[in-house]
């Protein structure tokens, strides 16, 4: 019997293995995708739950892999988040408030400067949410945050102070949920 070396049996598999798109509660996250432009990597996904239900599947998409949330806001190059709903839980109503208490916790209560801009993203939410949807919140540094929902472009808003606040919902000191951050920044993966 002929025995194969271990080394390049290994490094097939591990060469391989990112060709395969990541599955999260079900939901196949995408390995990359571009913003203006400019590839985008996969640096964490993970599930948002609430009375130990998955509401929605979020990604984090950077220029470069980080685990460093404040640096990570600091930024001021392309950056995604992708939000996959995946409860029938989740209602506009639901997600307007969510949101807005997220943008309180990321500004440390200092929403005022931003106040419009939020007002224009929270319209995003205003329409009907099914398990299914899909959010891509894509920071373009030339165009501002490119908001689609289902592949539909949605709104772009202007502004690296509204880019900060919005990421800040997920990766700030109190993120809509402490196990999504650090699925996000990698740990999950």
């Known amino acids: 019997m002929k025995t194969l070396p271990l080394a390049p049996i290994l490094a097939a598999l591990f060469c391989t293995a990112a060709l395969f798109?990541?599955?999260v509660n079900g939901v196949e996250v995408?390995?990359?995708?571009?913003?203006?432009?400019?590839?985008?990597?996969?640096?964490g996904a993970g599930n948002r739950t609430k009375f130990g239900m998955t509401m929605y599947v979020?990604?984090?998409?950077?220029?470069?892999?980080?685990?460093d949330a404040a640096a990570i806001l600091a930024a001021p190059g392309p950056a995604a988040i992708r939000l996959h709903m995946v409860s029938s839980l989740i209602t506009s109503a639901r997600m307007?408030?969510?949101?807005r208490e997220g943008f309180e916790h990321a500004t440390g209560g200092q929403i005022a400067p931003i106040?419009?801009?939020i007002e224009a993203f929270i319209q995003i939410f205003r329409a009907p949410i099914k398990p299914g949807d899909r959010f891509d919140l894509a920071f373009d540094p030339a165009a501002g945050t490119l908001i689609s929902k289902n592949g539909a472009p949605a709104a772009t808003i202007a502004g690296d102070a509204f880019?900060?606040?919005?990421?800040?919902i997920w990766l700030c000191e109190k993120p809509a949920q402490e196990s999504l951050k650090k699925a996000l920044l990698g740990g999950g993966r």
């Not at 979020?58 to 685990?67: C, P």
């Not at 307007?96 to 949101?99: C, F, G, L």
């Open 21 to 23: 798109p990541i599955s």
């Open 30 to 43: 995408a390995e990359s995708l571009a913003v203006g432009g400019k590839p985008l990597a996969l640096n």
């Open 58 to 67: 979020g990604a984090l998409y950077l220029e470069r892999r980080s685990a």
């Open 96 to 99: 307007e408030e969510a949101t």
């Open 115 to 117: 106040k419009g801009e």
């Open 163 to 168: 880019r900060r606040a919005l990421f800040g």
